[in-house]
């Protein structure tokens, strides 16, 4: 499961780190001016750590699941 967040932490890192340099390359141009492209960036950057902490959140949620007592945790009293 750790195997799975590093990478994702490091791939979402090398997004955020490269994101601006990606969209003005593909980007601008056109109707597509430079304040859109550092807009655009901002929004792929929080994308990018937001797929970091979906795909942490899915391996957790199996592990949790797996142990078998989720159901008698949530009945307890949530």
Same mark, same amino acid.
């Given at each position: 499961m750790?195997?799975?967040?590093?990478?994702?932490l490091?791939?979402?890192?090398a997004?955020?780190a490269?994101?601006?340099?990606?969209v003005?390359?593909?980007f601008?141009?056109?109707?597509? =001016?430079?304040?859109?492209a550092?807009?655009? &960036?901002? @929004?792929?950057?929080? %994308?990018s750590? =937001?797929m970091f902490?979906?795909?942490?959140? &899915?391996? @957790?949620?199996?592990? %949790?699941?797996?142990?078998?007592?989720p159901?008698?945790?949530?009945w307890?009293?949530?």
């Open positions: 750790s195997r799975v967040a590093c990478l994702g490091l791939g979402a890192s997004m955020v490269l994101g601006k340099p990606l003005d390359l593909i601008i141009g056109g109707k597509f =001016s430079a304040g859109d550092r807009e655009c &960036a901002v @929004y792929f950057a929080v %994308f750590i =937001s902490l979906w795909s942490a959140q &899915a391996i @957790y949620s199996r592990a %949790f699941m797996r142990r078998g007592t159901w008698r945790r949530w307890r009293g949530r």
